[in-house]
Structures are given as structure tokens and as C-alpha cells.
């Protein structure tokens, strides 16, 4: 094999420049994310010291110049990071926090059937025979006596929302024992 033949199958194993550059800008743009993340959830991923301590400051810095340049050094440290089991985690996170908003809009729609619709509180009763029936009732009724009092305001008077939140909260206790 030519001294130029070498130098070629050299520079198809490497990576291009191009692909180094989006690399870079990928890991620079996870440091950019674990900078938003709370100091709880940065306890939980593998993070080395440093990193750990320069994410930190990051989070602290408040002039926008030293906050760009403290965010390229964990962009840079970064580099020795297992960032692909970051980004699961990461994954996890926002996939779980999906679906306890989910569960949440279930709650709230179930509130509002059961404050608009008496067989509502049947199916319920059907799904969950354990349930508390006599509490269950007396919210639903606080509730729509609040939502007609709240519908009957002035404007500029601020709602009531007590019972409207109490019914939210026993329905997530009930659906959560589940």
C-alpha cells in the first residue's frame, strides 16, 4: 500500500469535522438542559464532580455574558460525561411527568362530570364500589352550589374554588389507591 493510500483509509475512520461540530453542539445543548434541571434531579444523574460543581454555578451565575461562558465550560466537560445515560434519564423524566399531567386531565374531567352529570357519579361508583359514597356526594354538591354562586359574580369578584378543589383532591385519593 502508497504512503497516499494510508493517509486515506486514515481519514475515512475519523470522524468529519462537520460530524465532530454536531456532536459538540449536541453535548452543549444536554448542558444547557441539566442547567434548567433542579439540584434534586442533578443528585440523581451520573455526573463527575466538576461537572456536577460547574452546572451548579451555572444555575447561580446571573450575568447573561458569565452565565454563556460558564454553560460552554459544562458544554466542554461534558465531553467526558456518559451523556447517553443522561439523556435517558432525562427521557424517563419527561416521560413520567407526561403522564402524571395526563392522569391529572383525567381527574379534572371526572371532576367536571360529576359536577355536571348525576350518572357520572354512578360509572364512578361501578369502577370503584369502595368509595366513600356519602363524602363523595356532599362534595359534588358543595361544588355545584359553588360553581352556580361563582357563575352569579360581578366581574372583578374573585371566584370560589374550596369545594371545586376538595372534590379534585378526593378523586386523585381514590383513583391513586387504585
Known amino acids: 500500500m502508497s504512503h497516499d493510500q494510508e493517509?486515506?483509509?486514515?481519514?475515512?475512520?475519523?470522524?468529519?469535522?462537520?460530524q465532530v461540530k454536531r456532536e459538540m453542539h449536541a453535548l452543549l445543548d444536554?448542558?444547557?438542559?441539566?442547567?434548567?434541571?433542579?439540584?434534586?434531579?442533578?443528585?440523581?444523574?451520573?455526573?463527575?464532580?466538576?461537572?456536577?460543581?460547574?452546572?451548579?454555578l451555572a444555575q447561580r451565575t446571573t450575568s447573561r455574558e458569565g452565565r454563556r461562558r460558564q454553560i460552554h465550560y459544562v458544554g466542554k466537560l461534558m465531553r467526558d460525561a456518559d451523556a447517553e445515560a443522561i439523556r435517558a434519564q432525562l427521557k424517563i423524566w419527561e416521560s413520567g411527568s407526561q403522564a402524571q399531567t395526563q392522569a391529572l386531565h383525567r381527574i379534572e374531567r371526572l371532576r367536571d362530570e360529576l359536577i355536571g352529570d348525576d350518572n357520572a357519579l354512578t360509572r364512578l361508583l361501578q369502577d370503584h364500589p369502595d368509595a366513600d359514597i356519602q363524602h363523595l356526594r356532599a362534595l359534588i354538591r358543595a361544588a355545584r352550589k359553588e360553581a352556580s354562586n361563582n357563575a352569579a359574580l360581578l366581574p372583578g369578584q374573585e371566584p370560589q374554588r374550596k369545594h371545586y378543589r376538595a372534590l379534585f383532591q378526593a378523586l386523585k385519593t381514590l383513583l391513586d389507591t387504585d
Open 7 to 18: 493517509d486515506f483509509s486514515d481519514r475515512d475512520e475519523r470522524p468529519s469535522k462537520t
Open 30 to 56: 444536554l448542558g444547557k438542559e441539566l442547567v434548567e434541571h433542579p439540584d434534586s434531579h442533578l443528585k440523581q444523574l451520573p455526573l463527575s464532580e466538576k461537572l456536577y460543581e460547574a452546572i451548579r
